[in-house]
């Protein structure tokens, strides 16, 4: 693997071998910590890598000595980049790997880096890329493709008070259904798709195995998680992430609403049940932070019991903005990232440096309208699973209410929906609050405090 960039210095390159230590910014690109060459070396007998920038040409070798040793040396560069940037050739310990394929690496380049491919993306990322990016395989470069639908309507994405777009693709509808990998919306910046389907999205097309689509969103790379499959949904980056989400979401709604391939049948019966459990789901999830500290990421809770995002103008800012502060520790979702990347690559956690992105303040785009309130916290949904037994299951920050199981038929003819989505969202969500052996004790904590923010809200009624 070759490229033409800005290349390392010396120094760079011995921290290039370093767990969890990059010279990177995030935010400034789609690379941190130094993860992807961390993976290479898993499968890997030798890593060699040579750059070159300036007067500055450097090369090593490293190996995989155990699970808790990968040595290194420096090695006289064997001459694979003429002017500048850097080159990293594999030797894999298996012969017959698919990695050595050229028309599987093809593929795969076209799958996750889809919008470098795509010419009507172009425009968008041309910020990023002023030269553009140019794949090359065996000597033979791989050619632009533009997805190929019946039906294709372009999305834009605008923030408020901006011109500009903030995010931008299209959604494609064809009559047949599309291939598996191509169903859904997918989400990329900077080029590369992080995410595909509709449950990120928190949207059930009524044929959502005929749409599919992209949406490029430069600006949140700075929300990406440390292996690049996700985001980050806690702390000021979340905030971004979930406003992102949120405008998305109003734009690919339109779109099919005006295809009529919005699910709305019985919608509006089914949100009247929902909506009392969500306002009091803030509550119950607030109260129950303390006790069970992973459901803290499913509902902002800040300093003096604001609960919400304050949209408004502050103090100096040119427009309305959200402000979002971190005071004390890191976000747990930041320690978390950390760990899960250190056991993916079976390093001893001795050999791990802490990364802890500094974020001390972020804006959020807002709405206009001064000390309007916006909530990012757990919201219900409803699809039909006929063959799935579970009444619940949580997405994201989206608990979707299974309306084809038998027991939520039997709730609606009884008139009793609100207990019986209060029950399937504690359901759902047990498995993220506490082990297996403590669900029970969860549930039962989970419907008292349910109960509880019923009560509060009478008494304020009183009141």
């Given at each position: 693997m070759l490229d033409d960039g800005g290349g390392m210095r010396r120094r760079d390159l011995a921290r290039y071998h370093d767990v969890a230590a990059t010279t990177k910014v995030r935010g400034e690109g789609i690379g941190f910590a130094g993860v992807g060459i961390k993976i290479g070396l898993l499968v890997s007998e030798e890593v060699l890598t040579e750059t070159r920038r300036g007067r500055h040409h450097s090369a090593t070798i490293w190996r995989l000595g155990s699970r808790h040793r990968a040595p290194w040396k420096w090695i006289p560069p064997p001459g694979l980049v003429a002017d500048h940037g850097t080159a990293v050739r594999l030797r894999l310990k298996n012969a017959l790997s698919p990695l050595l394929d050229a028309g599987f690496i093809e593929a795969a380049l076209r799958r996750h880096f889809q919008p470098l491919f795509d010419p009507e993306l172009a425009e968008i990322l041309a910020e990023r890329y002023p030269r553009g990016v140019r794949f090359v395989i065996n000597d033979r470069?791989?050619?632009?493709?533009?997805?190929?639908?019946?039906?294709?309507?372009?999305?834009?994405?605008?923030?408020?008070?901006?011109?500009?777009?903030?995010?931008?693709?299209?959604?494609?509808?064809?009559?047949?259904?599309?291939?598996?990998?191509?169903?859904?919306?997918?989400?990329?910046?900077?080029?590369?798709?992080?995410?595909?389907?509709?449950?990120?999205?928190?949207?059930?097309?009524?044929?959502?195995?005929?749409?599919?689509?992209?949406?490029?969103?430069?600006?949140?790379?700075?929300?990406?998680?440390?292996?690049?499959?996700?985001?980050?949904?806690?702390?000021?980056?979340?905030?971004?992430?979930?406003?992102?989400?949120?405008?998305?979401?109003?734009?690919?709604?339109?779109?099919?609403?005006?295809?009529?391939?919005?699910?709305?049948?019985?919608?509006?019966?089914?949100?009247?049940?929902?909506?009392?459990?969500?306002?009091?789901?803030?509550?119950?999830?607030?109260?129950?932070?303390d006790e069970f500290p992973l459901l803290a990421a499913l509902v902002e809770r800040r300093a003096g019991g604001q609960r919400t995002l304050p949209m408004g103008r502050g103090p100096g800012m040119p427009e309305p903005v959200a402000k979002v502060i971190s005071h004390g520790e890191p976000a747990p979702g930041v320690a978390a990232e950390v760990r899960q990347s250190r056991e993916s690559l079976g390093v001893a956690p001795n050999l791990a440096a802490s990364v802890a992105p500094p974020a001390s303040e972020a804006t959020v785009p807002s709405s206009g309208s001064p000390h309007r309130p916006a909530r990012y916290g757990l919201s219900i949904q409803f699809e039909p699973r006929s063959d799935d037994v579970e009444l619940a299951r949580l997405v994201e920050t989206t608990v979707w209410i299974n309306e084809a199981h038998p027991a939520y038929r039997r709730a609606a003819a009884s008139r009793s929906e609100g207990y019986h989505i209060a029950l399937a969202t504690a359901l759902a969500l047990a498995p993220l609050a506490v082990e297996p052996a403590k669900e029970h004790a969860f549930l039962t904590t989970f419907l008292a405090a349910w109960g509880s923010a019923l009560e509060r809200r009478v008494s304020r009624r009183r009141k």
């Amino acid at each position: 693997m070759l490229d033409d960039g800005g290349g390392m210095r010396r120094r760079d390159l011995a921290r290039y071998h370093d767990v969890a230590a990059t010279t990177k910014v995030r935010g400034e690109g789609i690379g941190f910590a130094g993860v992807g060459i961390k993976i290479g070396l898993l499968v890997s007998e030798e890593v060699l890598t040579e750059t070159r920038r300036g007067r500055h040409h450097s090369a090593t070798i490293w190996r995989l000595g155990s699970r808790h040793r990968a040595p290194w040396k420096w090695i006289p560069p064997p001459g694979l980049v003429a002017d500048h940037g850097t080159a990293v050739r594999l030797r894999l310990k298996n012969a017959l790997s698919p990695l050595l394929d050229a028309g599987f690496i093809e593929a795969a380049l076209r799958r996750h880096f889809q919008p470098l491919f795509d010419p009507e993306l172009a425009e968008i990322l041309a910020e990023r890329y002023p030269r553009g990016v140019r794949f090359v395989i065996n000597d033979r470069a791989l050619g632009a493709e533009a997805w190929q639908a019946p039906e294709r309507a372009p999305i834009a994405v605008r923030l408020p008070r901006k011109r500009r777009p903030a995010a931008s693709g299209y959604l494609v509808r064809d009559p047949l259904p599309l291939r598996e990998e191509s169903r859904g919306l997918a989400i990329s910046t900077f080029g590369k798709v992080i995410k595909r389907g509709w449950e990120w999205l928190g949207l059930a097309p009524v044929t959502p195995d005929r749409i599919g689509g992209l949406i490029e969103a430069p600006a949140l790379a700075q929300a990406l998680t440390l292996n690049k499959a996700d985001f980050i949904r806690t702390g000021p980056r979340g905030a971004v992430y979930l406003a992102y989400r949120k405008a998305i979401q109003e734009s690919v709604a339109r779109q099919l609403a005006e295809w009529g391939d919005l699910r709305e049948a019985g919608a509006e019966a089914r949100r009247r049940a929902a909506r009392p459990v969500e306002r009091d789901l803030e509550a119950v999830l607030v109260d129950l932070a303390d006790e069970f500290p992973l459901l803290a990421a499913l509902v902002e809770r800040r300093a003096g019991g604001q609960r919400t995002l304050p949209m408004g103008r502050g103090p100096g800012m040119p427009e309305p903005v959200a402000k979002v502060i971190s005071h004390g520790e890191p976000a747990p979702g930041v320690a978390a990232e950390v760990r899960q990347s250190r056991e993916s690559l079976g390093v001893a956690p001795n050999l791990a440096a802490s990364v802890a992105p500094p974020a001390s303040e972020a804006t959020v785009p807002s709405s206009g309208s001064p000390h309007r309130p916006a909530r990012y916290g757990l919201s219900i949904q409803f699809e039909p699973r006929s063959d799935d037994v579970e009444l619940a299951r949580l997405v994201e920050t989206t608990v979707w209410i299974n309306e084809a199981h038998p027991a939520y038929r039997r709730a609606a003819a009884s008139r009793s929906e609100g207990y019986h989505i209060a029950l399937a969202t504690a359901l759902a969500l047990a498995p993220l609050a506490v082990e297996p052996a403590k669900e029970h004790a969860f549930l039962t904590t989970f419907l008292a405090a349910w109960g509880s923010a019923l009560e509060r809200r009478v008494s304020r009624r009183r009141k």
